[in-house]
Antibody, heavy 115, light 112 residues
Framework: EVQLVESGEGLVQPGSSMKLSCVAS????????MNWIRQAPKKGLEWIAL????????YYADSVKGRFTISRDNSKNTLYLEMNSLRSEDTAMYYC????????WGQGVMVTVSS | DVVMTQTPPSLSVAIGQSVSISCKSS???????????LHWLLQSPGQSPKLLIY???NLGSGVPDRFSGTGSQKDFTLKISRVEAEDLGVYYC?????????FGSGTKLEIK
């Protein structure tokens, strides 16, 4: 069974940094591209980043480009999202999702940016 | 960015009825490999999204065949036959042909 388990949730002040993790199991992690997708409270879904299976390419939404960095460690079956210069509008539930079909999602972690 | 226009924003249906949700894209979603990366998701209350349909018409794992997807190029439809109580939630279309991936605004399905 495919499982994606995010961690790293919390409350931080504007301008600070935070790092999320997503541990994958139940499939060959190193064969799949992975996404981070977020959902602000009571809002729709926003894709924010994608990393290829071998880390050869990374893509970002304009809203996070230059502030967020997606990475992965295939030896640990883990996906990361490093978030810098956080803003109040980054407050959201953050999900990792598998593949170009976003076929599996984690349970999500809540990131709150507030003073 | 590709704009995904999803309608209606909400639906209220009785158990056993059929419903359709429309999703229209601002550009063709046919990729250079000939495939169309248009998928449908369901977010049940308090849950993370779940894949229902991938590449227009393929059922996700464990998804009942009451769900079906059709369409091509820029015009897509999700149909739910014989709605059941467990189908309530918000349905999203998502395109993964062009970067950035973009989602429809969602259709909230309520049970009468």
């Amino acid at each position: 069974e495919v499982q994606l388990v995010e961690s790293g949730e919390g409350l931080v002040q504007p301008g600070s940094s935070m790092k999320l993790s997503c541990v994958a199991s139940g499939f060959t992690f190193s064969n799949y591209g992975m996404n981070w997708i977020r959902q602000a409270p009571k809002k729709g879904l926003e894709w924010i980043a994608l990393i290829y299976y071998d880390s050869s390419s990374k893509y970002y939404a304009d809203s996070v480009k230059g502030r967020f960095t997606i990475s992965r460690d295939n030896s640990k079956n883990t996906l990361y999202l490093e978030m810098n210069s956080l803003r109040s509008e980054d407050t959201a539930m953050y999900y990792c999702a598998k593949g170009a079909t976003v076929e599996n999602w984690g349970q999500g972690v809540m990131v709150t940016v507030s003073s | 960015d590709v704009v995904m226009t999803q309608t209606p924003p909400s639906l209220s249906v009785a158990i056993g009825q059929s419903v359709s949700i429309s999703c229209k894209s601002s550009q063709s979603l046919v990729y250079s490999d000939g495939k169309t990366y248009l998928h449908w998701l369901l977010q049940s209350p308090g849950q993370s999204p779940k894949l229902l349909i991938y590449q227009v018409s393929n059922l996700g794992s464990g998804v009942p065949d009451r769900f079906s997807g059709t369409g091509s190029q820029k015009d897509f439809t999700l149909k739910i036959s014989r709605v059941e109580a467990e189908d309530l939630g918000v349905y999203y279309c998502v395109q993964a042909t062009h970067f950035p991936l973009t989602f429809g605004s969602g259709t909230k399905l309520e049970i009468k």
